[in-house]
């Protein structure tokens, strides 16, 4: 059984500078095709940059500003990949 070569190859992440205008315009582009025009927000478009660079990146914004998209850019940039999320189990418990 032949291995297939993975689709995001991490050895080769430094062959394009996505932090650059084209490579930004990129993120945008893949972005807005696969949701309709969803315009993301200039933090997401940069962290998003940095990771696929592969470049560690922090994200502090306020609730709700849109963190966990980032989650989803990345995957809809990275055609083929598998995104794993862990979260923490929230404390608070809620009964309907």
Not at 1 to 12: G, R
Not at 43 to 66: E, H, M, N, P, Y
Request: aromatic fraction near 8%; include cysteine.
């Amino acid at each position: 059984m032949q291995n297939a070569a993975p689709p995001f190859d991490c050895k080769n992440r430094g062959d394009f500078d996505w932090t650059s205008p084209e490579g930004l315009s990129k993120i945008e582009a893949s972005v807005a095709s696969a949701l309709r025009g969803f315009k993301a927000h200039d933090f997401q478009l940069r962290c998003a940059a940095k990771i696929l660079s592969g470049t560690d990146a922090v994200c502090i914004t306020a609730t709700g500003d849109g963190k966990s998209a980032l989650i989803y850019i990345l995957a809809l940039v990275r055609k083929g990949t598998i995104s794993l999320v862990i979260c923490p189990e929230t404390s608070v418990k809620v009964t309907w």
